[in-house]
């Protein structure tokens, strides 16, 4: 492993990392000795603000193409475009977790800096250029999530789910840290430029493709890749669904966001099985996500299985780097944060002040009762369905287009297919909420925060899928710059 001789650091490229650590400092000082959590949730939603003022900055300036210590932590067109999405969900994170704490009993001082600290991890590993920074990142982003899944203390439910994360997350490290050893231990250096140069002679390609393999195994499970994604419904479950709203979007951001570098940059370079491995992989997330969606009678474990099907949406991005994959995968994460968050947020509203309540049953009769929310909902469930004009639709149309041009047309057709599947359990919420009568009475709870964050999701998902063509041509100048490495 070489250094250069003098360690290059650019700034404006590591600004927005900064900002979200020293507002996490900044965080648990007021609530430390505030009484109440608003107040750092406002200095929360302030530092993610100007991490996100920062990060615009350098992506309108036109130098989206720096790097610091050696290209291993990069700003360029993808780090700076992912890096806004996990702002935004961890903006809609905080804002439904603005009246969900106190009213959840769930106040304490450590929630928003633990928040901010597995923000910070994610947008490192969107970042990362080596295997080393994209380590750090995963723990980083990892260590707090353990924590915040287990955050309703006096529920067994919810320890249960921390407790389950946390040692699965552990196996997950560990895998792909003994996989980041075997890659270097065959092309002698951890950034990924130099992996991807050290193995173009074909030399040791077998113990590198065996630790990508290991690699690629880690980071499925954070992305929720099936077989590795058992977590996923127990943990969204049992965790909070503040908690869930931020991890349903960031902790997803974060994996794809490394996965994607590594299939530009480093797969490429490895023995053609990995690929093979990675579809076959993609394949049985598409079929297991959506069938046990189809299952499920709770809205919460239903979106869990939800979102291990759209990982596998995502992956079919990843075999399709060279055509045009990067930017479809970006766009679809883009469109998952809008509509899953949205969801979320929602459904916070119809649950009871301990997480209970989730049950089909309990949406019977809300366009009645609530008909704000049952419109909203019902837009997100559609977008999450693909359903034109929404912004669902042009992500899947755009991972489709570009996995079909990488020549996986059997995926395609399946992934289509799992798509009719999906329309099925996200037509029975709406179906309950406008054709069922109610025998429940709506939970009196308001929080005005959590409608903001609500209509936020609404605008992204009704403006980007009637116009998704600017952030999907910002988008498209990732794949030169990852493939310059």
Same mark, same amino acid.
């Given at each position: #492993?070489?250094?250069?001789?003098?360690?290059?650091?650019?700034? *404006?490229?590591?600004?927005?990392?900064?900002?979200? %650590?020293?507002?996490?400092?900044?965080t648990l000082f007021i609530a430390l000795f505030g009484r109440d959590s608003r107040g750092a949730a406002g200095a929360a939603l302030i530092g993610v603000i100007t991490a996100g003022v920062f990060t615009l900055a350098q992506l309108l300036s036109g130098e989206a193409n720096a790097a610091s210590f050696g290209l291993r932590y990069l700003g360029d067109v993808p780090a700076l475009t992912l890096t806004l999405v996990i702002l935004l969900g961890t903006v809609a994170a @905080?804002?439904? *977790?603005?009246?969900?704490?106190?009213?959840?009993?769930?106040?304490? $001082?450590?929630? /928003? $800096? &633990?928040?901010?600290?597995?923000? %910070?991890?994610?947008?490192?590993?969107?970042?990362?250029?080596? &295997?080393?920074?994209?380590?750090?990142?995963?723990?980083?982003?990892?260590? $707090?999530?353990?924590? &915040?899944?287990?955050?309703?203390?006096?529920?067994?439910?919810?320890?249960?789910?921390?407790?389950?994360?946390?040692?699965?997350?552990?196996?997950?490290?560990?895998?792909?840290?003994?996989?980041?050893?075997?890659? /270097?231990?065959?092309?002698?250096?951890?950034?990924y430029g130099d992996v991807a140069a050290a193995l173009s002679s074909g030399n040791l390609t077998l113990l590198a493709t065996l630790g990508g393999a290991l690699v690629l195994a880690g980071l499925g499970f954070k992305a929720a890749l099936a077989p590795f994604h058992q977590w996923a419904p127990d943990v969204y479950t049992g965790a909070p669904t503040p908690v869930v709203t931020f991890m349903t979007v960031v902790i997803k951001i974060g994996a794809?966001?490394?996965?994607?570098?590594?299939?530009? @940059?480093?797969?490429?370079?490895?023995? $053609?099985?990995?690929?093979?491995?990675?579809?076959?992989?993609?394949?049985?997330? %598409?079929?297991?996500?959506?069938?046990?969606? %189809? #299952?499920?009678?709770?809205?919460?474990?239903?979106?869990?299985?939800?979102? +291990?099907?759209?990982?596998?949406?995502?992956?079919?991005a990843l075999l399709a780097t060279d055509h045009g994959g990067v930017a479809a995968a970006a766009f679809y994460?883009?469109?998952?944060?809008? #509509?899953?968050?949205?969801?979320?947020?929602? &459904?916070?509203?119809? *649950?009871?002040?301990?997480?209970?309540g989730d049950d089909l049953e309990r949406f019977a009769g809300l366009a009645k009762r609530r008909p704000w929310l049952a419109a909203v909902m019902t837009l997100f469930m559609l977008s999450l369905g693909g359903i034109p004009p929404l912004v669902g639709f042009a992500g899947k149309v755009l @991972?489709?287009?570009?996995?079909?041009?990488?020549?996986?047309?059997?995926?395609?057709?399946?992934?289509?297919?799992?798509?009719?599947?999906?329309?099925?359990?996200?037509?029975? @919420? +709406?179906?309950?909420?406008?054709?069922?009568? *109610?025998? /429940?009475e709506p939970p009196a709870f308001r929080s005005g925060?959590?409608?903001?964050?609500?209509?936020?999701?609404?605008?992204?998902?009704l403006l980007l899928g009637v116009f998704p063509g600017w952030w999907h041509t910002l988008l498209s100048a990732g794949p030169r710059l990852l493939a310059g490495l």
């Open positions: #492993m070489t250094f250069p001789g003098q360690i290059d650091i650019h700034w *404006s490229v590591l600004a927005p990392a900064i900002a979200l %650590l020293v507002t996490a400092a900044v @905080v804002l439904v *977790s603005w009246d969900q704490l106190q009213r959840g009993g769930m106040e304490h $001082p450590e929630y /928003y $800096p &633990l928040m901010l600290l597995s923000a %910070l991890g994610a947008v490192v590993m969107a970042s990362a250029g080596d &295997l080393i920074t994209l380590i750090l990142g995963l723990e980083i982003m990892s260590l $707090p999530v353990y924590a &915040l899944s287990a955050w309703r203390t006096r529920d067994r439910q919810s320890e249960e789910a921390g407790m389950k994360y946390f040692l699965l997350g552990a196996f997950g490290s560990a895998i792909l840290i003994y996989g980041a050893a075997l890659v /270097y231990g065959a092309a002698g250096s951890f950034v794809f966001a490394a996965l994607l570098r590594l299939a530009t @940059v480093v797969f490429p370079a490895l023995q $053609p099985w990995l690929l093979t491995a990675l579809a076959v992989m993609v394949a049985l997330t %598409l079929v297991v996500g959506n069938f046990s969606a %189809l #299952m499920q009678r709770g809205v919460k474990r239903m979106l869990a299985y939800s979102s +291990v099907a759209h990982a596998g949406y995502l992956g079919l994460l883009t469109a998952y944060a809008f #509509m899953n968050a949205g969801a979320f947020a929602v &459904l916070s509203l119809i *649950s009871d002040a301990n997480d209970h @991972v489709f287009q570009a996995v079909i041009d990488a020549g996986y047309v059997w995926l395609a057709v399946l992934g289509i297919a799992t798509s009719i599947v999906a329309l099925v359990y996200y037509f029975r @919420v +709406v179906a309950y909420m406008y054709f069922r009568e *109610s025998a /429940y925060a959590t409608q903001v964050a609500i209509a936020l999701a609404l605008a992204g998902t």
